[in-house]
């Protein structure tokens, strides 16, 4: 019961104390907005683009093509095998007749030249449709699938699907990479605007020492007040997220540049990076807080 009365004083002190030095905590939680909205560009940048490297990854497809020969046991066969191996997510069957049919409905001229061949004269081939589990093993997946006897050929845009894989595996990592240091740049910055505010605040921490207490009864009220600055920090990012990328997604109707772009949608998306930046706002604000009180009581 004392400890959560004593619990209770502090938080009670702390948001006071934040409005007691209004100024200081002012530049503290302008330093915390700031760098929190950089923080939350780099969490949409880096989501988005993740999530657009994963749509493309998904969209990628092994073709077998059949010979023209191939009888209908001998489809049968093919099919249980594909179906055998591993890091095949789903396939799909289409006849020639199917292609042919789809090659008709999309175009005139195409329709035109085919309209008129025999099944004896269609020069096209049946395919299995591959969807592969782990795109990083898709060229050993397509070589298994081209080794199967009645396969014709395979193609799945070689050479290019390994560079895609490439390039998008290094963004993700600059991303994570840009988000992380300035996560650590912030609670640096931070710290340092909070260590001014400790230090203005020298006669305050040197009173409390000198009727006896402890360096953690010190502490716990510059913690807490740490994390009501984080999370006041954190109130225009988050507002910000919200009208913003939902103006955004509106704007562009969910897309950048071609559908095979998607923008992430607005909900929840936004609530969750509302949600890390409360969280990042506080943590900081606390460590912070922390930091530059320890390192004043060393003094």
Not at 20 to 26: I, Q, W
Not at 162 to 191: H, N, P, W, Y
Not at 272 to 281: Q, T
Request: hydrophobic letters at 45%; glycine letters at 4%; charged letters at 20%.
């Amino acid at each position: 019961m004392k400890l959560l009365r004593m619990l209770s004083r502090n938080i009670r002190d702390s948001f006071k104390s934040v409005f007691r030095n209004f100024a200081l905590s002012l530049a503290s939680i302008s330093c915390i907005t700031i760098t929190l909205i950089v923080v939350a560009i780099s969490i949409i940048l880096s989501i988005n683009v993740n999530n657009f490297a994963t749509l493309v990854e998904k969209d990628v497809t092994i073709v077998a093509f059949l010979d023209k020969n191939v009888t209908e046991e001998q489809k049968t066969i093919i099919e249980e095998t594909i179906k055998s191996l591993d890091n095949i997510e789903s396939y799909t069957f289409e006849s020639k007749k199917d292609i042919t049919k789809e090659m008709m409905d999309s175009s005139p001229t195409f329709s035109n030249i085919m309209e008129n061949w025999e099944d004896e004269e269609n020069p096209i081939q049946d395919t299995y449709q591959i969807k592969v589990t782990d795109i990083e093993k898709i060229n050993q997946t397509a070589k298994d699938v081209e080794g199967i006897k009645g396969v014709d050929l395979v193609k799945y845009g070689e050479g290019m699907v390994e560079q895609l894989v490439s390039i998008f595996d290094t963004v993700r990592k600059i991303c994570i990479g840009m988000v992380v240091a300035l996560i650590l740049v912030t609670a640096f910055l931070i710290s340092n605007t909070i260590k001014i505010t400790i230090v203005a605040r020298k006669r305050e921490i040197d009173i409390m020492r000198l009727v006896g207490a402890s360096n953690i009864n010190i502490k716990i009220p510059f913690i807490l007040e740490g994390l009501f600055l984080g999370a006041l920090g954190a109130i225009i990012p988050i507002i910000a997220t919200f009208i913003g990328y939902d103006a955004l997604y509106k704007h562009f109707n969910g897309q950048l540049f071609s559908p095979f772009i998607q923008l992430v949608k607005p909900n929840p998306f936004t609530t969750y990076i509302a949600i890390s930046l409360l969280i990042i706002g506080i943590l900081v604000g606390m460590f912070g807080s922390w930091r530059a009180v320890k390192k004043h009581l060393k003094i």
